[in-house]
């Protein structure tokens, strides 16, 4: 019966505990609290688009030139357009 044995620890449809794998151990950065740089570009994003439609309110109620009312909608829409991607991107 010891055939049998090792048989039954090698089945992975087997119930029963699961055996312990080895892992590598983590490089430093990579544990549980690590931050990707996906998650740093969407942060700064968001930034970019909340900072520049801030910036679109004080033009507007300020009264600057309208020049700068399109340049600071073209960065909020651009940021926004980005993020929009990521996030269908994301779920592919």
């Known amino acids: ?3 049998q044995d090792r048989q039954d620890q090698q089945d992975p449809y087997r119930l ?4 312990a794998v080895p892992t590598a151990a ?3 950065g990579d544990g549980p609290d690590a931050v990707s740089r996906g998650d740093v570009l969407r942060t700064l994003l968001w930034a970019v688009v909340v900072l520049s439609a801030v910036a679109n309110m004080a033009l507007s109620f300020t009264g600057a030139a309208a020049p700068l009312h399109l ?3 073209v960065v909020t829409v651009l940021a926004a357009g980005a993020l929009v991607v990521r996030g269908l991107r994301g779920r592919r």
């Open 1 to 3: 019966m010891p055939h």
């Open 16 to 19: 029963g505990m699961p055996q």
């Open 26 to 28: 983590p490089a430093p």
């Open 71 to 73: 340049a600071s909608g």
